[in-house]
DNA sequence: CAAAAATGTTAGGCTTGTCTAAAAAAACAC
DNA sequence: GTGTTTTTTTAGACAAGCCTAACATTTTTG
């Protein structure tokens, strides 16, 4: 079917067209999946031919809808194996991107539908990040930032803007999880920085940090 | 460290040697790995170069210390992933091992430790082959094949000598697990068959089916 | 033990995925 | 709009892993 190589290309290009990069750049991609703008021009013509692309010559890729398709299929799996880790193997939300990475390339009939039963249909995986199901349906999160909360705001948090390892920590020194409910207890009108207080906590981020942690409103 | 490739041909050796081929024979591990005798030889050359392998010309293979400790550690993961396949997913046993075929080489510090407590350290896979434990230790199963046990003998099931999905769905129709208690009733002295009770069975088997199921005696 | 058969190795080629360096195209700057 | 900078593609190479066909060695056999 697809090699692990080409899976890794289209769900790093699902990634950045979600993120608003339509056509994807070849550089963009290369930085990406850490590799060379020539690599990336190789796979481009390879994943043209089979379709799962669209690529003109100097003017970028996009995923066709059997693309799509392919990616969120990576992406359900990627998610999954990481709710396995965490929940079943008592791994930290840091530590099993990597894993996943390998596992997300585990081909089989319907494995990853009895892993999803067996885990209870999460809707989320350990960052908070949608799981696609079976049928590649994306389920859209209706979440902000918590930079456009106002004071006296109650707040849970429900995702994140990126998964680093670095943000994950940080989160973690915080006491900061998926799923929590704060309060806004005000916005510092010099630096933007925000204090929250949630059960037992009383906890200042910066707007930096802010501007990553996405929140539901209550 | 291993790829895939080498990993594979680390474990046919050492399953060939397990049976008895020492040295192994060129053709013999090209015929288990389904590949041409002449990619087992470059192979040869790539193992012995990282001394895995002892290898001359004309002469065939045996795996050195190191190379068997590989081939334990890869017989480790198939087996516990083999486990969590059947135990917690609920796949059929002549189902898993294509799987696990993929699974034993992804690669993680301690997550096939963390699978093994998971799952209970199990001492046997699903087929009731010995799992190897974290330092490469086999535990020598003491069992006999059916065709040596006498009428009268009360046994229990504890493996096969092979695991082909024929044998294993053999199996399935006699309704004979691992771990099942019987009773030999009698052996033929025609063609050396074997009629076994059970809780609520009374199966006959052939002497080339007996042949492959090892028992211990109660 | 010499010829024949079986087994194993080498030579050369293919594919996938990667890279560097050179060339081409596009975008930017004045 | 022309020249410069940036981006992208092409050309050519390499490693891993596999293959076929030709050749070499070992084993078997009469
Ligand atoms: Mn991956
Ligand atoms: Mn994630
Ligand atoms: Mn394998
Ligand atoms: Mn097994």
Redesign the pocket.
Known sequence: MH????E??LKALFALEYDGARPV????L?AR??????????????LQQKKLVH??????MRLTAGGRKVALDVLRKHRLWETFLVQKLNYRWDEVHEIAEQLEHVRHKDLIDRLDAFLGFPATDPHGDPIPDRRGVLRMPDSCPITVCRPGDRIRIVGLRDSSDELLRFLDRKTLRIGDTLTIRAIDDYDRSVRLTGEDKDITLSALAAGKILVEKL
């Open positions: 090699s692990p190589s080409e890794n290309y750049n070849t550089n963009l290369a999946l850490k590799t060379k703008a020539s690599s990336v021009t190789d796979m481009a013509r390879k690529y003109r010559k100097y003017r970028g």
